[in-house]
Nanobody, 115 residues
Framework: QVQLVESGGGLVQAGGSLRLSCAAS????????YGWFRQPPGKERGLVAT???????TYAASVRGRFTISRDNAKNAVYLEMNSLKPEDTAVYYC?????????WGQGTRVTVSS
């Protein structure tokens, strides 16, 4: 099993920045895909960004150029740097790991962007 704990959410004004962190712990696997998803109020959860070893990160079109996903192997953590935030970025953000064929989710951290 992999345990994921997000942090860094909060309230920010439009145009501001936040950095989300996801601390991972538990057993190790041979391959990983890391990702961030978000669920806006009243909407379904959707993909924000993914990161896989040896490949370029992928981003949803709505965040490309503003958000950056990264990983610190030494800290076993995944980050989402969010810049130029917009009210439509308001959502609960979830950390995601696919380890071999198993999927794990964090509990979510709320981001609210005021206009």
């Amino acid at each position: 099993q992999v345990q994921l704990v997000e942090s860094g959410g909060g309230l920010v004004q439009a145009g501001g920045s936040l950095r989300l962190s996801c601390a991972a712990s538990g057993r190790t696997f041979s391959s990983y895909v890391y990702g961030w998803f978000r669920q806006p109020p009243g909407k379904e959860r959707g993909l924000v960004a993914t990161l896989r070893a040896g490949r370029d990160p992928t981003y949803a079109a709505s965040v490309r150029g503003r958000f950056t996903i990264s990983r610190d192997n030494a800290k076993n953590a995944v980050y989402l740097e969010m810049n130029s935030l917009k009210p439509e970025d308001t959502a609960v953000y979830y950390c995601y790991v696919k380890a071999d064929s198993m999927e794990f989710w964090g509990q979510g951290t709320r981001v609210t962007v005021s206009s």
